[in-house]
C-alpha cells in the first residue's frame, strides 16, 4: 500500500471460512474478493456454525460444530485445543483438516486462556507466567467443565489436546481433574518440568527462567515442582484418560526422553491400577522428526490422520489400530 494510496489488501479466515485475500477501498468503503483458499471434496460452510462463549474467569471459548450433527444434550464428541503459553494468541482459523472431524459429529473448541494475550498482554504478564502459571491450567479446566455444563458434549465424550508448552498443559489438567476427560492427545509435551529447567546446558533452558522462572530460586522451584505433570502424576490414580503422546527424534526443544519418561511413569501406574488397565496409552517418536512434527506436506497429513483416528476411536470405544 502507498502513503497516498486508497486501496488496502487485507486476509481474512474464520472456522468456517478458508483464507480469503480481499482489497478495500478507503473512500467508497466497497470489498472486493481477491482470492480464497480451494477446500478439495464437497465443502459447504453453510452447514458448519461457529460460537464464541465465556467460560468462567472470562475465558472465552471458540467452537465449530456442524449444525445438522449437532445436538446440545451432551451426547456430541468434543476435542478442546489449548495453548496459553508466551503471550502467544490462537486464533480460531480455518484449518480443512478439521472438517474431518466435524463431518463424524465433533465439536472443535479452542481455549483461549491465561498465559496467551487474546484478552491483552495483562493476560500473559501479570496472570499466565511465573508464580501466576496455574491460572493457565485453571482456566483450561473451567473451560472443559463450562462446556459439559452448557451441554455442548459430556466427560465420557471430551478429548483434549496440546502440544509443546500446549503439552505440559494437558498432563497438568490431567493431574488435575481426574475423570473429567475420555481421552487426551499431547504433542511434544515439556513434561519434566524440574529436571529440564535444572540444566542450563540444554538449549533454551536458560531463556526459558523469562516464562517460568529460575528454579534456582527456592520459591520458583517450589511453584514449579507442584504443576510438573511427570511429578505430579501419582494423583491421577483411576482418573487417567486414553492417551497419545508424541515426540520427535530431533527436536532440540522437548528432547524425546522427556516425553518417553513420562509414558513410562504412567504404564508403570496402570499396570499397579487395575481400574486403569483398560486405558490406551499410545507412545509414537518420529525418528526424523523435530519439534513441530514431520516434514513435509503429506507426512504432516499422516500424523493429522493418526491423530483423528485415534480421537474417533476412544469416542466410539473402539480400540485404537496403534
Known amino acids: 500500500m502507498h502513503y497516498d494510496g486508497t486501496e488496502l489488501i487485507f486476509e481474512y479466515s474464520s472456522f468456517t471460512t478458508p483464507h480469503s485475500l480481499f482489497r478495500y477501498d478507503l473512500t467508497t468503503g466497497s470489498r472486493t474478493l481477491l482470492k480464497i483458499d480451494p477446500v478439495l471434496g464437497n465443502f459447504d460452510s453453510k452447514k458448519y456454525v461457529t460460537e464464541r462463549i465465556i467460560a468462567p474467569n472470562n475465558v472465552p471459548i471458540s467452537l465449530v460444530y456442524r449444525k445438522d450433527l449437532f445436538n446440545k444434550n451432551g451426547t456430541n464428541p468434543l476435542h478442546l485445543y489449548g495453548y496459553g503459553s508466551y503471550g502467544c494468541c490462537i486464533d480460531p482459523q480455518f484449518d480443512p483438516s478439521i472438517i474431518s472431524l466435524l463431518d463424524r459429529r465433533f465439536v472443535y473448541a479452542i481455549a483461549h486462556i491465561r498465559g496467551g494475550s487474546e484478552m491483552g498482554r495483562m493476560w500473559y504478564e501479570t496472570e499466565g507466567k511465573f508464580l501466576h502459571k496455574k491460572n493457565t491450567f485453571r482456566d483450561f479446566s473451567n473451560a ?35 475423570g473429567l476427560f475420555n481421552a487426551a492427545i499431547a504433542g511434544v509435551p515439556f513434561v519434566d518440568v524440574i529436571n529440564t529447567m535444572m540444566d542450563p546446558t540444554i538449549p533454551l533452558t536458560v531463556n526459558e ?18 504443576y510438573s505433570p511427570y511429578d505430579n502424576l ?8 486414553h492417551l497419545l ?8 526443544r522437548v528432547q524425546y526422553w522427556e516425553p518417553a ?27 526424523g522428526a523435530g519439534h513441530n512434527g514431520s516434514s513435509g506436506r503429506y507426512n504432516y497429513y499422516k500424523d493429522v490422520a493418526q491423530d483423528y483416528a485415534f480421537l474417533v ?10
Open 209 to 226: 527462567y523469562e516464562e517460568w522462572g529460575d528454579p534456582n530460586m527456592e520459591e520458583f522451584f517450589t511453584y514449579m515442582k507442584s
Open 261 to 287: 519418561k513420562y509414558v513410562a511413569r504412567l504404564r508403570a501406574i496402570i499396570s499397579d491400577s487395575p481400574d486403569t488397565s483398560q486405558k490406551h496409552i499410545a507412545h509414537l517418536i518420529k525418528m
Open 313 to 322: 476411536a476412544t469416542a466410539e470405544k473402539k480400540e485404537p489400530f496403534f
Open 234 to 241: 501419582p494423583k491421577i490414580g483411576e482418573g487417567l484418560p
Open 144 to 178: 472443559a467443565r463450562h462446556l459439559i455444563t452448557e451441554k455442548y458434549t459430556s466427560s465420557e465424550h471430551l478429548s483434549i489436546e496440546g502440544a509443546s508448552a500446549g503439552g505440559m498443559l494437558i498432563g497438568a489438567t490431567i493431574n488435575l481433574n481426574p
Open 245 to 252: 503422546v508424541r515426540a520427535g527424534l530431533n527436536d532440540p
